[in-house]
């Protein structure tokens, strides 16, 4: 049977809204490998990871900031817009004649970036009914775990065949290709608030306290900055965090509503997605790591190791969607995530310098099961938990803590590391073998305390019957049915 035209349009949108995702996931990992060659041509080595942190905190603080202006402005408008910002930010980093200017560019590719990772689950939730939306978030989903093993090796291709400023070039094909298909075939979505006011306010300070925070964390114990400022951030951060409290309580339109933590399956949620982002990337930085630094295997070796890792995440994502779909409810998919990544953490602790790398590959696998399964079963939960206004900034939200996850908790990472050490983790290279085993153990371990309160979180998860109905002329209603 032919599909209708009706799906045809459907399956487009969604192609349109996975280039435009893959573009954005992939940024980051393709930039790992090209980061050496661009040092060579613009110096500055004290400035590598500034091109990675100031993306992922200006993506992150977008996150929930556009995610408000598409309730405000319309999905495909800022949908398009984002793109469009990421394209020609794109173009101004390859033309970059120094570090300076590809940090600034960068910081506004992020921008763009954290559109593009998070407007399309709102499309999903908007455009399927609660039972369908578990099959397309796995999709969507499936991007992230498919640019991480992509990413690595088409930035290195890129780089070495092409140069790296291809890195960024390449997006502009691509997201001009994501702009045609999204400017035709987008559908018409229905309006969700009608009052135009931007919590300025609010925006302020919750960059403020974020942004403080990052740059805290990553300098702690770090000779670039003395105790005392890393210690005002902190203290900066916190009266920030606690200003921006005060202002949404207030405001007309709060950039992060306060009545959506009243919800349990929104805090759970959160609290879960903060966690399991965490844990992955846990996996993802450290067990390349003591593949690399302890059993002494090449990064190409630690690379086609860590492969069915995410190989594994990005099947289980897609299936885990399904089989939401298929079953209408997702408590048990969560429990069931948080197992799996709780074992392989646990797993990971007994990696010694005996260990095989067929045991390593096991231990891996497990890890991107669990964490694959994680994406779709908590964005549907969300989703299927909020009011039908509330469903673009709760989609945002959900997608913000799941990056905040890894934003915060990877300078704790390091930090374990360094106090471990007790030396500058920049020197990791020159550390015996002895001590990087039992750093790498302990950021193990703080990952197996932060599954516990995950599996915790799940199993106080409401579950919820979810509905195969999609009326979006009501827009005040919940969007789930029955819970169980």
Known sequence: MEPSKNEFNISLVMAGLMIGLLVAALDNSIMATAMPKVISSLGGMVYYVWPFTIYMLTSTIAIILFGKLSDLYGRKRILIAGIVLFVLSSVACGFSSNMLQLIIFRGIQGIGGGILITIPFIVVAELFPPRQRGKYTGILASVFGISNVLGPILGGVITDFMGWQWVFFVNVPVGVAAIVMLSIYFPHLKQVVREKVIDYAGLITMSLSFSSLCVALTYVRSSYLPEYVVGFLFIFAALMFILFIHVERRAVEPLLPMHLFKISVFNLSAVAMFLSNAVMFCGIIYIPLFIQKVLGISASGSGALITP???????????????????????????????????????????????????????????????????????????????????????????????????????????????????????????????????????????????????????????????????????????????V
């Open 309 to 483: 890792m995410l190989v594994s995440l990005t099947v289980a994502s897609l299936i885990a969607g399904q089989v939401i779909s298929k079953t209408g409810t997702y408590k048990k998919m969560g429990v069931m995530a948080f197992g799996l990544i709780t074992v392989g953490m646990v797993m990971a602790t007994t990696i010694t310098q005996s260990t095989g790398t067929a045991e390593i590959l096991i231990y891996t696998t497990i890890l991107g099961i669990g964490s694959g399964i994680m994406y779709p079963v908590f964005t549907v939960a969300i989703q299927n938990a909020v009011l039908r206004r509330d469903i673009g900034i709760a989609t945002a939200s959900s997608q913000f803590f799941r990056n905040v996850g890894a934003t915060i908790t990877l300078p704790i990472f390091g930090l374990i590391v360094n106090l471990t050490m007790n030396m500058d983790i920049n020197a990791v290279s020159s550390v015996p073998v002895g001590p990087m085993i039992t750093a790498i153990h302990n950021v193990f371990t703080f990952g197996i305390v932060m599954c516990i309160i995950g599996l915790i979180a799940s199993l106080m998860l409401k579950d919820a019957v979810l509905s195969n109905s999609n009326d979006f002329n009501v827009i005040d209603e919940p969007v789930g049915t029955e819970e």
